[in-house]
């Protein structure tokens, strides 16, 4: 699938700031799921932007506006094409539980196993991530009941929670945004020692009356790792295996280590935020198939004439 992502911020100032140094997670990874064709940022007032690769090899761009301004914009324009297709006779199951004490040394889920800012690994969410195991034995199939239990049992509300949310408060409440089931997957996982990351994106809506949640802004996951399939996406806010309708922006601990757009201004004056995005198909959808033709009817096989003799 080919997709065009439009990401617009918006801050205005009423009054004017200055020395702002900013952030921003908002090129596409290139992984073997997606390639990035093109991405273009571009911010008012004209500034230069350098980048580099964190930890978790994500692009991070960075820039600074020493001068005073009233308003900033950070308009973020690119082109995917992404070839993750889900087959349903193929998930990964089939690795047990007690594998799991082996990844603990392991450097690339190593960091995806510990607290962080927004995720707390304590015994009230043990218990709870126990409960949803059940009896199950295998990974994947106890972080898809988790990824379940989350959609089901969390009621998906804007205006609830901040930015700032900690997954203890969205676990104990039951409601957030797709940020915030991230979060609560996150940490149900973790207390499983089921490595699990947290990852920042978009999605294209296919569904026909758009029926899915968070398609009109930015949007939020989680990979678990399986050894032998390496990272798979839950999507908990709409009870998904992540597609080819995903575009994964930035992986990492939690929301912190992907905000879209982070940084600091000095001024006294309080600000105004607005933020768009459109995602849209560029290509055609594959028309359905063609039914089989109809097998012409076999031709009667006339019945063996037996020979009589005279």
């Not at 190593?110 to 034995?137: C, G, K, M």
């Not at 969390?154 to 203890?168: I, K, L, Q």
């Not at 997957?185 to 026909?208: H, K, N, W």
């Not at 849209?280 to 959808?285: F, G, Q, V, Y």
Request: charged content about 20%; proline content about 7%.
């Amino acid at each position: 699938m080919r997709l065009r992502v439009h990401h617009r911020t918006e801050y205005r100032y009423f009054s004017p700031v200055w020395d702002s140094l900013n952030e921003l997670h908002l090129k596409p990874l290139q992984t073997r799921w997606q390639t990035c064709e093109s991405a273009i940022i571009s911010v008012v007032p004209a500034v230069r932007l350098t980048s580099y690769e964190d930890l978790h090899q994500n692009t991070v761009h960075h820039f600074e506006i020493p001068e005073k301004h009233e308003r900033l914009i950070i308009d973020s324009r690119c082109t995917v094409t992404t070839a993750c297709k889900v087959d349903f006779q193929a998930l990964p199951y089939g690795f047990p539980h007690s594998g799991l004490r082996s990844l603990k040394g392991d450097e690339e889920c190593f960091p995806f196993l510990q607290d962080s800012r927004y995720v707390e690994i304590n015994p009230e969410h043990w218990r709870l991530a126990l409960d949803i195991q059940d009896f199950s034995t295998d990974v994947f199939q106890t972080a898809y009941a988790i990824m379940e239990y989350i959609f089901r049992n969390f009621e998906y509300r804007y205006g609830s929670t901040t930015v700032s949310t900690h997954a203890n408060e969205v676990i104990s409440r039951r409601c957030g945004v797709c940020q915030d089931f991230a979060h609560a997957m996150v940490a149900l996982c973790r207390c499983l020692g089921i490595p699990c990351r947290y990852v920042s994106g978009y999605f294209f809506d296919a569904t026909r009356h758009h029926s899915l949640r968070g398609s009109e802004a930015s949007h939020a996951w989680v990979e678990v790792f399986i050894p032998g399939h390496g990272w798979i996406g839950l999507d908990p806010t709409n009870n998904k295996v992540i597609d080819d309708t995903y575009v994964a922006i930035a992986v990492g601990r939690d929301y912190r280590d992907v905000t879209p757009v982070s940084g600091t201004y000095f001024g006294s004056g309080s600000s105004m935020l607005e933020v768009k995005v459109t995602v849209e198909r560029l290509d055609s959808p594959a028309p359905p198939p063609k039914p089989a033709a109809a097998s012409p009817a076999p031709k009667p096989v006339p019945a063996p004439v037996k020979a009589v003799k005279a």
